[in-house]
């Protein structure tokens, strides 16, 4: 599987990106995933429903199922962390791609969403693992800036030139995991 990440600050694009990959990948035959990073607490189930009674009652997992959809909620009686390559090995191995939003400190390939508007500076020139940079002004880019860059406003180029670069984002495991 090919695993590619999308970092940038909150507000930049990353989450619209990715939602518009989806379909884009999709139409070139590839089977798509996605990571997210949470920074808060979230819930994907509502209360009242039977999932969130389950989990409220102390479950400590809730697997909800349909004949077109799975989830797995796992409660954590610690805080922790996670590493992403802890969550890339929860997930099935039969998929093309999988789409990283968030983990910007990871060591993945990543594209970088950023906006000019925002004001803030770019990650690339501190982050070796930054292959590309989609923005939206592409003509305030510093000029030693030696990478893709790709328009943020068209997700179908985006997905064209990770198709053509796929190889570069073929996953490996790290030896530390088990």
Same mark, same amino acid.
């Given at each position: +599987?090919? #695993? *590619?990440?999308? $970092?940038?600050?909150?507000?930049?694009?990353?989450?619209?990106?990715? =939602?518009?990959?989806? %379909?884009?990948?999709?139409?070139? &035959?590839?089977?798509?995933? #996605?990571?997210?990073?949470?920074?808060?607490?979230? @819930?994907?189930?509502? %209360?009242?429903? @039977?999932?969130?009674?389950?989990?409220?009652? &102390? $479950?400590?997992? !809730?697997?909800? /199922?349909?004949?077109?959809? +799975? *989830?797995? +909620?796992? =409660?954590?009686?610690? *805080?922790?962390?996670?590493? !992403?390559?802890?969550?890339?090995?929860?997930?099935? $191995?039969?998929?093309?791609? !999988?789409? *990283?939003?968030?983990?910007?400190?990871?060591?993945?390939p990543k594209v970088e969403v950023w906006r000019q508007a925002h004001g803030k500076a770019l990650r690339f020139p501190d982050d070796q693992h930054i292959v590309a940079i989609a923005t939206d002004t592409p003509d305030t880019l510093p000029e030693s800036i030696h990478c893709t860059v790709l328009?943020?406003?068209?997700?179908?180029? #985006? $997905? /064209?030139?990770?198709?053509?670069?796929?190889?570069?984002?073929?996953?490996?495991?790290?030896?530390?995991? %088990?």
């Amino acid at each position: +599987m090919k #695993v *590619v990440g999308f $970092a940038g600050f909150s507000g930049s694009g990353k989450t619209t990106l990715v =939602e518009q990959l989806i %379909p884009a990948l999709k139409l070139r &035959g590839q089977r798509v995933s #996605v990571v997210k990073h949470a920074h808060h607490r979230f @819930d994907i189930d509502h %209360p009242g429903k @039977d999932t969130w009674r389950h989990r409220e009652a &102390g $479950a400590f997992e !809730v697997l909800a /199922a349909s004949p077109k959809r +799975m *989830v797995l +909620m796992r =409660e954590l009686e610690t *805080v922790v962390e996670h590493s !992403v390559h802890d969550l890339l090995a929860q997930l099935r $191995a039969d998929v093309d791609w !999988v789409l *990283v939003e968030g983990f910007k400190q990871s060591d993945l390939p990543k594209v970088e969403v950023w906006r000019q508007a925002h004001g803030k500076a770019l990650r690339f020139p501190d982050d070796q693992h930054i292959v590309a940079i989609a923005t939206d002004t592409p003509d305030t880019l510093p000029e030693s800036i030696h990478c893709t860059v790709l328009d943020l406003n068209r997700a179908d180029d #985006v $997905a /064209a030139w990770l198709v053509d670069n796929a190889e570069r984002f073929e996953y490996c495991t790290p030896l530390s995991l %088990p």
